[in-house]
């Protein structure tokens, strides 16, 4: 079994002044971690139906999108931050940030990438009308709030936080200090990625057929459940890739394209769970498990006044028994949870959760015993099509079990009706929550999980002015050891709510066809498509 475990930067100010002063060297480190000879040839993939292409839309489409874009920074698979698209990016203070651009980088349609360019772009995905879903992503920018008021409509389209110094260069004004900047402008946070001028004139058409400023282009137009295909971009000015094309091949169940991996029909997958304990045995040394900054939840429902009692958040939780479920349905590949954060970055106060996320359903029952009891079914809901049937069968059946309820499991139709189902609010119980960070630090995790508008949409519907400002303060600091005990304070706050049980610190696995030598990954667990090294004679 091939793995990595991606090395965190240990402090935030190291980070930024590293940046700083060899930005002027170019890209040359990014390069260097990225890049390999091309060697030809193409690659299928399967993905979920992404139904949004576009940067600062797609919740599915990260894949896609890495391989049509290039982001200003890069984060390796050890946690090291390079240049890619930026010549360098600057700041004295941490709070304004001067971004210079490389010179000679083009978008697909031959158009040159500019500084106008990430402003426009970064101002489209800012405003609020637009209900873009990953606007999160730019919400430290001032402005922001000026394109999203508490009511009305905003009364301006700009952020009054960008400004366009000149052709290559602009300057970014964050709400205060945040030494993360330039890990949050690197390949994650895909809502900071640029458009070309033509995709503003009509956004539903440019979701069709987007152009990026990336390594490949795409060649044929989105159509739902259709292979999007992606064809090296001749004029791209990044590493080069190791591959001529790749394939983004729909599935609406991943087990099915887990067979077909298995068959040689398709060259990559990323493992369902219920294929975890047998995967090593199908595919030897072509599974590849990458510890990721991931980590999943049980979401609960806030807005129910059943779950409004914390005893009954935690009997929930310590009903869960983590360690068996890891080891039947993940094969001992994940890591039961005790924090509100991956372990994998930076300063996690691993065990912070204590007896709350361990198995006790003596203790648990007594619990809600105690709050009341639980009036009615616990219905969990949950995205079906991709391998998570096992895992929430198991936990309903363990809350069945040990608290004496009636608990069932529902899965959706496909990814697309959980999320509609979810954003609509129109959930009834507990229900799949998880988030991937897209840059290896806790801040993306809190924030995603705790800041309104964070990232994650359907995760905790738990949003406390007290927690963001806690977070707000762990940003700012530059020490790390300042840092993580900023951080440990905002996780310290949060347990004396508890609103949801963590489940698991994840491990990202995918199979391999016979065709594929190597399967690289960076910072954020997911592989590397442009730089996949093919099997001599693939």
Known sequence: MNSTRPRLLVGALALSLTLAACSGGGSDDAESAAAGGSGGGAISVAVTDPAQ????????????????????TWVDDQGEVSMLAADSVESDDAT?????LKDGWTFHDGTPVTAQSYVDSWNAVAYGPN??????QLANVVGYTDLNPAAGDP?????????????LTFTVQLVGPDGQFPMQI????????????????????????????GPFELTNDYVENETLVVAAYDDYQGPEPTVDEISFVPYADTTTAYTDVQAGNLDVVGVPAARLPQAEGDFGDRLYSFEAPGISYLGLPLWDERYSDVRVRQAISMAIDRDTINDVIYGGTFTPATALTPAVEAGTPEGICGELCEYDPEAAKALLDEAGGFDGTIDIYYPGGIGLDELYTAIANQLRQNLGVEAVATPSTDWAEFYETRLDGAVDGPFFSRWGALYPSQQNTLRAFYVQDGGCTNCIPYYEPEVAELIATADAQVDAADAADAYAAVQERIMQDF?????????????????????????????????????EGA
């Open 53 to 72: 292409l576009v940067p600062g839309r797609q919740t599915v489409a990260f894949d896609f999108n890495m391989a049509v874009w290039s982001s200003l």
């Open 96 to 100: 304004t940030w001067t971004i210079t």
């Open 131 to 136: 209900a873009w879903e990953n606007t999160g």
């Open 155 to 167: 009364t301006t389209t700009e952020m009054s936080g960008l400004t366009v110094v000149d052709e």
């Open 186 to 213: 690197s390949q994650g946070q895909t809502g900071m990625y640029p458009m070309p001028e033509s995709a503003f004139d009509d956004f539903e058409a440019y979701n069709r057929h987007p152009v990026g400023n």
């Open 499 to 535: 609103p949801a049980p963590p489940l698991f610190f994840e491990t990202y696995s995918f199979v391999t066809s016979e065709r594929i030598a190597d399967l690289p990954t960076s910072a954020v667990g997911n592989p590397t498509y442009t730089m996949v090294t093919l099997a």
